[in-house]
Antibody, heavy 119, light 108 residues
Framework: EVQLVESGGGLVQPGGSLRLSCAAAGITVSNNYISWVRQAPGKGLEWVSVIYSDGDTYYADSVKGRFTIFKDNSKNTVYLLVNSLRIEDTAVYYC?????????????WGQGTMVTVSS | EIVMTQSPATLSVSPGERATLSCRASQSVSSKLVWYQQKPGQPPRLLIYSASTRATGIPARFSGSGSGTEFTLTISSLQSEDFAVYYCQQYYNWPPYTFGQGTKLEIK
């Protein structure tokens, strides 16, 4: 079965850090684009970051310099290191697959992991 | 950055009727437009890509149209399971992969 499974969320104080994981099954992260998309409570979808098959990475302006995306092909897992967390980073964090243009869309999504930033 | 604007924010429609949702891009995205459906407590599900191509397993009552800056998602005869939030996303100039703010489709 093709699936993405996120983990690593939790309650953290402002300024804290977490490492989110996105474990893939049935697909290989080495030849797919994997993005992180977040959704604050009761709000819409916000794209956060992407890592391409060649390892290139990009970030939304709102997280640039604080979040780092990387992958371990041997574990078939993509990670999002979230540092210097702010109240407004509170959200469900989803990882999603873009199959390099076939189609041009996020066709597989994980169930999400909740990050709560609160003192 | 391309800004995506959806309208209306909330749409009330009776089961069996047609629903029409709109998405506008701040600049042309050609046909690189995607629609997702999201139900409470679930991740988004891919419905339509390339403005009008249904994803695998999506019923024929869902159709997408448009190009350039104006796009429409039509659900021809609403079923109970179709009441959800719908998001559009541009796939023309990325990153960032920008989403609209969503349209909530509710039962009238």
């Amino acid at each position: 079965e093709v699936q993405l499974v996120e983990s690593g969320g939790g309650l953290v104080q402002p300024g804290g850090s977490l490492r989110l994981s996105c474990a893939a099954a049935g697909i290989t992260v080495s030849n797919n684009y994997i993005s992180w998309v977040r959704q604050a409570p009761g709000k819409g979808l916000e794209w956060v970051s992407v890592i391409y098959s060649d390892g290139d990475t990009y970030y939304a302006d709102s997280v640039k310099g604080r979040f780092t995306i990387f992958k371990d092909n041997s574990k078939n897992t993509v990670y999002l290191l979230v540092n210097s967390l702010r109240i407004e980073d509170t959200a469900v964090y989803y990882c999603a697959r873009d199959p390099n243009g076939d189609p041009d869309a996020f066709d597989i999504w994980g169930q999400g992991t909740m990050v709560t930033v609160s003192s | 950055e391309i800004v995506m604007t959806q309208s209306p924010a909330t749409l009330s429609v009776s089961p069996g009727e047609r629903a029409t949702l709109s998405c506008r891009a701040s600049q042309s995205v050609s046909s690189k437009l995607v629609w997702y459906q999201q139900k409470p407590g679930q991740p988004p599900r891919l419905l339509i890509y390339s403005a009008s191509t249904r994803a695998t397993g999506i019923p024929a009552r869902f159709s997408g149209s448009g190009s350039g800056t104006e796009f429409t998602l039509t659900i021809s005869s609403l079923q109970s399971e179709d009441f959800a939030v719908y998001y559009c996303q541009q796939y023309y100039n990325w990153p960032p992969y920008t989403f609209g703010q969503g349209t909530k489709l509710e039962i009238k």
